[in-house]
Nanobody, 121 residues
């Protein structure tokens, strides 16, 4: 079993930066791909970024490419999402996920509770 806990969300102005963290419990996190999704009010949860278990490959949604960077530190059982040049449309609850791959939420096994990111214009 893997439990995930997100942190680092908050209220920022457009153009600012935030770094989200996802702390995992369980010895197998380092062996699992992991990723970030987000859900804005009234919208479906959508893929943001993913990273393979060893950090060798990353994927990003087109909407965040060149602004967001996903990374992980397996020694700390932690995954990160560095978000730069934030826009109001980035406002959402951000969820970390593990044990899967792909754009669909159904392809991921473990989920955190989410952290709110609000970007004001």
């Amino acid at each position: 079993q893997v439990q995930l806990l997100e942190s680092g969300g908050g209220l920022v102005q457009a153009g600012a930066s935030l770094r989200l963290s996802c702390l995992a419990s369980g010895r197998t996190f380092s062996q699992k791909n992991s990723g970030w999704f987000r859900q804005a009010p009234g919208k479906e949860r959508e893929f943001v970024a993913a990273i393979t278990w060893n950090g060798g490959r990353t994927d990003y949604a087109d909407s965040v490419k060149d602004r967001f960077t996903i990374s992980r530190d397996n020694a700390k059982n932690t995954m990160y999402l560095q978000m730069n040049s934030l826009k109001p449309e980035d406002t959402a609850v951000y969820y970390c996920a593990a044990g899967g791959w792909g754009l669909e939420t159904s392809r991921w096994t473990y989920w955190g509770q989410g952290t709110q990111v609000t970007v004001s214009s």
